[in-house]
Structures are given as structure tokens and as C-alpha cells.
């Protein structure tokens, strides 16, 4: 019987606190319906998405994380 691993508890915690931080997350998007905010995703309306210029924006667009 192996002994007791701090390191791989503290493992565990991290990994169940940075998966309930993503559900919750993804409930946020769904619930605000903004998921689907890029209609031509992953272009941004013909931009790179990461390029994509912030004075462009328009109401109804929501910036994702």
C-alpha cells in the first residue's frame, strides 16, 4: 500500500477547482447566449479573430474569454 502524496492531492484540488471554474464558465456563455456571438467564427466578420479591431465593435457582440 503506497503512502500518502502531498503532491498528488494538491494535484487533485487544482484539477477539480480549474474544472469547476470551466463548467461554470461555459454556464455563464450558454446562459447569456453568447456563444455563438461570431456568426463566422474563427474569422471575426472577415478579420482574424485575434486582430480583430475593437472600435469594429457592435452592440449585441460580446467579447469571450
Known amino acids: 500500500m503506497k503512502k500518502y502524496d502531498a503532491q498528488l492531492h494538491r494535484l487533485a ?3 477539480a477547482l480549474v474544472t469547476f471554474v470551466l463548467v461554470f464558465v461555459g454556464g455563464v456563455v450558454t446562459g447569456t ?12 466578420f472577415g478579420y482574424n479573430m ?14 469571450q474569454c
Request: charged share 10%; aromatic share 18%.
Open 13 to 15: 484540488i487544482l484539477t
Open 33 to 44: 447566449d453568447s456563444g455563438l456571438s461570431v456568426p463566422d467564427w474563427p474569422t471575426t
Open 50 to 63: 485575434f486582430l480583430y479591431p475593437l472600435s469594429k465593435t457592435v452592440s449585441g457582440f460580446f467579447i
